[in-house]
């Protein structure tokens, strides 16, 4: 019995540009890999930085100040979020830093409140190198920040004595100031210092420049 012949057909050819849109497809997609594999890094590294301990007293002690205790099982990064935890905490420590702040709004508003927040403990001291970023709030960029700026906050709470507690971290050491008359800063002009040496009485005796050695063999 014979088969029946089939007929050959002959593939299309593939056009250049879908090639290339197949190309710039793949380039899409391993660029897009890359980018969420580096982004899992960062976030791995970041969360290697936070302290749970550091996270803990820093919230107790916000607890302690504002007189309730923060729901259980809630992260704490997320309570915070909308800054008006953040408000209500300055305002009780320096009552009517932050005059009005939002509590209803979308997120501009609630961004609008953590910058509050950070104006307000500028004015009361802390400095800028210690006030975290919006986005580290906000997104949740780097949260380890934030916890620093809460401690920064309860050093400078230190030095309001109207402040009277509770504090957040140990003491910051008083800056020890020295004050000098004149007459003892020009005496200290006067004297040199040990390591310039001393020349009374030098002589050349010991040297042996140009001198030959005197080397001695089986004693």
Not at 30 to 35: F, M
Request: glycine share 8%; charged share 25%.
């Amino acid at each position: 019995v014979r088969q029946p012949k089939l007929e050959q057909t002959a593939s299309a050819p593939v056009s250049p540009s879908l090639r290339i849109f197949s190309l710039f497809s793949y380039c899409n997609v391993c660029i897009l890999v890359i980018l969420m594999s580096l982004e899992r890094a960062v976030r791995a590294k970041l969360a290697s930085k936070r302290d749970p301990q550091q996270e803990k007293e820093a919230q107790e002690w916000m607890e302690s100040i504002l007189g309730y205790k923060f729901p259980k099982g809630f992260p704490l990064e997320e309570y915070i979020k909308d800054g008006q935890v953040l408000c209500k905490l300055i305002n009780t420590i320096s009552p009517g830093s932050v005059p009005k702040y939002n509590t209803t709004g979308g997120q501009f508003k609630m961004m609008e409140n953590i910058n509050l927040f950070q104006k307000a403990i500028k004015a009361y001291g802390v400095a800028d190198i210690d006030v975290f970023q919006t986005v580290d709030l906000w997104e949740c960029k780097d949260f380890s920040q934030v916890i620093m700026t809460l401690f920064a906050l309860g050093r400078e709470t230190y030095r309001h004595p109207e402040w009277k507690g509770p504090y957040l971290g140990p003491k910051p050491s008083d800056e020890a100031k020295r004050d000098f008359s004149e007459e003892t800063l020009k005496a200290g002009q006067t004297i040199i210092g040990l390591q310039a040496g001393q020349n009374k009485g030098a002589t050349q005796a010991g040297q042996n420049i140009g001198a030959g050695r005197k080397i001695i063999i089986g004693k």
